[in-house]
């Protein structure tokens, strides 16, 4: 089983430049998350979506921009990259209704850096 | 806003010790409480969780149990072994739109053989 896939896994940017995270998850999972994890620090989130053509901010949302167009993909993207935009970030997803547990299902992860 | 607070490591451990991680939080009502382990070069994976008051979780050795009174979740292993080495998030599912995670700030263990 896939679970959820996120490409690339790792990324360098120059300051400005801008590009997309994708992921995508073949679990029919409703609510779709990307948080960021900064070097010894935990998870912050940055946008959700609970369904295909909804999403909302979280935390950390500047600089970020999201869309979800169909209920498998949940793209994010940088516009204007900053080296504070350097970090780890990990797209995740969740069941809802009857079989939810409220565990979150998470990617491998994808490395950016931004110089 | 809800907050998860964790102690911070990195914690370095002798295999076969007893292994505690602290865990406390703030929320409205009664969320839900996970543990999540990242091993190295991974994401992150549900160890265990709870979802009311006394509920105890378990999972490959490792127990939490539910403290409303103390609004703790602490996480506890009796004999940790070197596979056991990874970072360590408590977690809160609370009530509010999207049912979003909050992380605590990640505890790092080292488990030396």
């Known amino acids: 089983n896939a679970g959820v896939t996120q490409t690339p896994k790792f990324r360098i940017l120059k300051i400005g430049q801008s590009m997309t995270l994708q992921c995508t998850q073949d679990m029919n999972h409703n609510y779709m998350y990307w948080y960021r994890q900064d070097p010894g620090m935990g998870l912050k989130l940055i946008y959700y979506?609970?369904?295909?053509?909804?999403?909302d901010k979280g935390e950390v949302p500047n600089g970020y921009n999201v869309s979800r167009s169909t209920t498998e993909d949940f793209p994010l993207r940088l516009e204007l990259a900053a080296p504070s935009q350097t970090s780890v970030y990990f797209c995740a997803s969740r069941k809802t209704g009857p079989q939810n547990t409220g565990e979150l299902f998470f990617g491998e992860g994808s490395r950016l850096t931004v110089l | 806003g809800d907050s998860v607070t964790q102690m911070e490591g990195p914690v370095t451990l002798s295999e076969e010790a007893f292994l505690t991680i602290n865990c406390t939080y703030t929320a409205t009502g009664y969320p839900s409480l996970f543990w999540y382990v990242q091993y190295p070069g991974e994401g992150l994976q549900l160890l265990l969780k709870a979802t009311k008051a006394d509920d105890k979780g378990s999972n490959k050795g490792f127990e939490a149990t539910y403290r409303k009174e103390t609004t703790s979740f602490h996480l506890e292993k009796g004999s940790v072994q070197v596979s056991d080495s990874a970072v360590y998030f408590c977690a809160l599912s609370g009530k509010a739109a999207g049912n979003k995670l909050t992380f605590g700030g990640g505890t790092r263990v080292l488990v030396k053989p």
């Open positions: 979506s609970v369904g295909a053509g909804i999403t």
